[in-house]
């Protein structure tokens, strides 16, 4: 699981940054609102697409220069209502759902912790906090830059212990 966990967050570390920059402002019930999604297309044990498309969101189609689809391109999805993305490590199995939302201030993340009313562990040295949310392993994390700051939410699929 720790490896699965370092992969998407390298994975969203590299393809967070251009994004974040270019993407509009959210405001924290959006973000809370895709977080949630990202559960529901988890909740089963593995990967649900049709979940996070009954939900509104839909896969964007990543071109070339030349225009052209990339055929392995990242699965990235956006909604119609909301302003933050959906990163998916897989279409099916075992992974990752990140939600990447731009926010107006780090002030937004402190925030967003504030919502969980004190019940969030204390964050590493890189600011991410992990933890365990309905049998999902979880993690927040603030990224982007002072220019354009960002939020990241990672739900795993759950694990089953054995």
């Given at each position: 699981m720790r490896k699965l966990a370092t992969a998407a967050l390298a994975l969203s570390a590299v393809l967070a940054a251009p994004a974040t920059a270019q993407m509009r402002e959210a405001a924290l019930p959006e973000i809370f609102e895709s977080y949630n999604d990202c559960f529901a297309a988890t909740e089963s044990g593995e990967i649900s697409i049709s979940s996070l498309e009954a939900l509104g969101w839909s896969r964007a189609t990543i071109r070339s220069s030349d225009g052209e689809p990339i055929e392995n391109a990242p699965l990235i999805f956006g909604h119609s209502e909301r302003k933050?993305?959906?990163?998916?490590?897989?279409?099916?199995?075992?992974?990752?759902?990140?939600?990447?939302?731009?926010?107006?201030?780090?002030?937004?993340?402190?925030?967003?912790?504030?919502?969980?009313?004190?019940?969030?562990?204390?964050?590493?040295?890189?600011?991410?906090?992990?933890?365990?949310?309905?049998?999902?392993?979880?993690?927040?994390?603030?990224?982007?830059?002072?220019?354009?700051?960002?939020?990241?939410?990672?739900?795993?699929?759950?694990?089953?212990?054995?």
């Open positions: 933050p993305i959906i990163i998916m490590s897989a279409l099916e199995g075992e992974g990752v759902c990140m939600v990447n939302a731009r926010i107006e201030s780090f002030e937004v993340f402190e925030e967003f912790k504030q919502a969980f009313g004190g019940k969030l562990p204390e964050p590493d040295k890189q600011g991410s906090i992990s933890y365990f949310a309905q049998g999902h392993p979880v993690q927040i994390a603030p990224t982007g830059s002072r220019e354009a700051p960002a939020l990241r939410l990672a739900v795993l699929t759950p694990k089953e212990s054995k």
